[in-house]
C-alpha cells in the first residue's frame, strides 16, 4: 500500500521567500559571534532551505545578559498586567495578519500539512497568546489568615529570566504554549528553538518587535542542543527552563539545572500513550479514532495513541476496520489538500522509525499495513499498523515518534488499565466506550495527565497540559502554566498596639 500523493514537492506558490535567519537579541537580528551557520533542510526533498546563524554559549550569554537586563531594570515586568496584555494582543493580531507566510515555513521546516498549519497551528498559537493576555492583569495573591497578631499577604511576582527549549515536532504550538505564560507573567526570556525547525520562531521574534515587545524580553537563539541548550539550562543567570522533547535530554537538564544555580525547570517529556477501547464502543468511529490518535501530524506527537489496546470481544472487527480505512491516510506533498500527512521532519528520524518498524517484525508482531519508506526523494514513510504485539516489545514500550500503531488484545477492564498503565511514560490516554461507570472507573485509574473519553487530541488553552511518571512534570496551558512563571512571596507585618512577639 503506497497512498502517495507526490505533485511538485520542490515547488508551491505558497512557500515563502526567507527573511529571518540570524539570532535575535536584544531586539536586533545578529549574527552569531562565531560566524558559524547550520543548514535546515526542507524534509519533502532533503534539500536546504536556508543558512541559519548558529549561536552557541557566547550567543546565549548575550542573551541571557540582555534579557536580564530587561527584567531587572526595564519595563515589562513593572507595567501593568493589562499593559503587557495589550502588546501581546497586538503580536496575536499580527501572527493572524501573517497566517499563511507561517504555516508555510512550519510546512517546508518541519514537513507539517499546510492546511493544518493555516486552520490550527497558526489561528491556535495567536488564541494562546490571547487567553495569557486576558490572564495578565489577574495575577494575584491572597490575603492570609494569620494565627497570630499579625497581617499578612501574598504577593505573586515574575520568577526572572526564563530559558524555553521547543522541539521541532509544533515549532509555532510550543513556541506560544512556552512563551506566552511567561510573558503575561512579566517574565523575559530566551527561546532554543530545535535546530531542524527555527524559521518560524525567528518570524516569530520579529512580529513581537513589531507588536512593541520591548528589547531584551524574548531572545531567539537558533543553534544545536548540544550547545546553545546546554549553555541556557546550565546557565547561572536563568532562573527557569522549560523544556519539552525527549526524557533522555530532560534529564540532562535537569543536572545541568541542578549543577548551576538549582534553577526551576519544568519538563513536558515522552509519551507511549494508551487508547482502550470497550466492547460496547462503535467500531467504526473508535477505528477512525485509531487512526487519527497515531497518524496525525505523521506520528511527530508526543501524546500519539501508539497503543491501541481492544478488549478482545470487538478486536477482530476492529482490526478488519483499521485496515480497510488505513487506505484512505494518502501521503506525500503537505502542501496538497489531499494529503493526510507528509515526510518525517529528517533523515534521523525515518532511520529511526524504520529501525523500529523492523524489531516489531523481529519480534513476532503482525505486520497489517504500511512498513515501508515511500519513494526515495523526502523522509516519507507508509502508515504503519502492527497488531500481535506482545506487551514488552520494544514497538510497544518505546516513543518511536512516527507513523507506527500498535495493536493489543485486552480481556477485562482490570487486564485493560493494568495494560494502559504498563509504560514508564504517562502523557496521555484515550478511553472509547459508552458506559459512564467503565469512563468515570478507568480515568481515574490511570495514571496520565491528560484523559480523553470518546476524543482525542481535545487539546484547549484552558486544560493543564503535562505528565505522570517518565512523562515529565509541570503543566503547559491553563492557568497552572502562568504559576510555573511566578514566585510567591510571603509579606508580614504586626498589627496595630500589639507587643513584639
Not at 514513510?381 to 488484545?409: C, H, R, Y
Amino acid at each position: 500500500m503506497d497512498s502517495h500523493s507526490n505533485g511538485d514537492s520542490r515547488s508551491h506558490p505558497n512557500i515563502p521567500k526567507i527573511k529571518f535567519t540570524n539570532l535575535f537579541i536584544n531586539g536586533q537580528f545578529v549574527d552569531s559571534l562565531s560566524a558559524k551557520t547550520f543548514e535546515t533542510i526542507d524534509p519533502r526533498t532533503g534539500e536546504v532551505i536556508a543558512t541559519v546563524a548558529a549561536g552557541d554559549k557566547d550567543d546565549v550569554d548575550l542573551a541571557v545578559k540582555a534579557a536580564r537586563e530587561a527584567f531587572d531594570h526595564g519595563p515589562w515586568p513593572r507595567m501593568p498586567g493589562a499593559e503587557r496584555g495589550k502588546i501581546m494582543m497586538k503580536l496575536a493580531d499580527l501572527i493572524d495578519a501573517h497566517v499563511e507566510e507561517l504555516a508555510a515555513l512550519d510546512t517546508i521546516d518541519a514537513g507539517k500539512s499546510f492546511m493544518m498549519g493555516k486552520i490550527g497551528d497558526i489561528p491556535s498559537a495567536a488564541n494562546t497568546l490571547r487567553y495569557y493576555a486576558g490572564a495578565a492583569d489577574k495575577i494575584h495573591g491572597e490575603v492570609l489568615k494569620m494565627a497570630r497578631p499579625f497581617h499578612g499577604y501574598t504577593l505573586l511576582e515574575p520568577i526572572g529570566v526564563v530559558g524555553h527549549i521547543i522541539p521541532w515536532n509544533f515549532p509555532t504550538t510550543m513556541f506560544f504554549l512556552k512563551t506566552s505564560p511567561a510573558l503575561a507573567a512579566g517574565c523575559t526570556m530566551v527561546v532554543k528553538p530545535a535546530e531542524q525547525t527555527p524559521l518560524s520562531a525567528l518570524f516569530y521574534a520579529h512580529l513581537a518587535n513589531l507588536a512593541g515587545v520591548p528589547d531584551g524580553v524574548l531572545n531567539v537563539v537558533t543553534g544545536f542542543g548540544s550547545t546553545a541548550g546546554a549553555a541556557l539550562a546550565s546557565h547561572m543567570d536563568v532562573d527557569k527552563v522549560s523544556f519539552t522533547g525527549s526524557t533522555k535530554v530532560g534529564r540532562l537538564i535537569m543536572q545541568a539545572a541542578a549543577a548551576s544555580n538549582l534553577k526551576q525547570v519544568s519538563l513536558e517529556l515522552g509519551g507511549k500513550s494508551p487508547l482502550l477501547i470497550f466492547d460496547d464502543a462503535d467500531v467504526d468511529k473508535a477505528a477512525e479514532l485509531a487512526l487519527l490518535g497515531i497518524f496525525y501530524n505523521k506520528g511527530e506527537i508526543c501524546v500519539a495513541s501508539s497503543r491501541v489496546l481492544v478488549q478482545e470481544g470487538i478486536y477482530d472487527e476492529f482490526v478488519k476496520k483499521i485496515s480497510e480505512k488505513v487506505k484512505s491516510w494518502v501521503v506525500g506533498d503537505p502542501f496538497d489538500p489531499k494529503v493526510k500527512y507528509g515526510p518525517q521532519v529528517d533523515k534521523k528520524q525515518l532511520e529511526k522509525i524504520l529501525s523500529y518498524i523492523e524489531h516489531g517484525k523481529r519480534e513476532g508482531a503482525t505486520l497489517l499495513a504500511g512498513g515501508k519508506r515511500i519513494g526515495d526523494v523526502g523522509y516519507y514513510i507508509q502508515p504503519t499498523i502492527f497488531t500481535d504485539v506482545k506487551e514488552d516489545s520494544l514497538i510497544a514500550q518505546d516513543e518511536i515518534f512516527g507513523p507506527v500503531l500498535s495493536v493489543i488484545k485486552f480481556k477485562t477492564i482490570e487486564e485493560g488499565i493494568k495494560s494502559a498503565n504498563n509504560t514508564k511514560y504517562g502523557l496521555a490516554a484515550g478511553i472509547v466506550t459508552n458506559n459512564i461507570d467503565v469512563a468515570n472507573t478507568v480515568s481515574r485509574s490511570i495514571r496520565a495527565g491528560s484523559i480523553w473519553i470518546n476524543c482525542y487530541f481535545a487539546f484547549d488553552a484552558s486544560s493543564p497540559f503535562g505528565g505522570y511518571k517518565m512523562s515529565g512534570f509541570g503543566r503547559d496551558s491553563g492557568m497552572h502554566a502562568i504559576h510555573k512563571y511566578l514566585q510567591v512571596k510571603s509579606v508580614v507585618t504586626p498589627l496595630l498596639n500589639t507587643p513584639w512577639l
